[in-house]
């Protein structure tokens, strides 16, 4: 199982649900637990929290609308490999 998204065969196709414009991935939730990590919206506790919620499954990614100047967290369907 992976992650299309992660692996470069697909950009993400979501849009803002505030909005519905076009938001950006800014990659996986768990690239953004580093200090230089841009993404603050999440306080220490929430993240574990949602770290567990990722699972062999899904891939927890953070999406990122310019125009609602928000980020969020999505989760996508991992896939397996066929062929
Ligand atoms: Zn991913
Ligand atoms: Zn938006």
Redesign the pocket.
């Known amino acids: 199982m992976f992650c299309p998204v992660c692996n470069g065969i697909e950009d993400y196709q979501g849009c803002?649900i505030?909005?519905g414009?076009n938001v950006t991935d800014c990659g996986r939730l768990s690239d953004y637990t580093s200090p230089y990590a841009p993404y603050e919206q999440i306080a220490e506790g929430q993240l574990s929290q949602l770290k567990t919620m990722e699972s062999e499954a899904t891939c927890c990614h953070i999406i990122y609308?310019s125009?609602?100047q928000t980020s969020k967290e999505v989760y996508l369907s991992r896939v397996s490999l066929s062929g």
Do not use: L, Q
């Open positions: 803002c505030s909005c414009g609308c125009k609602c």
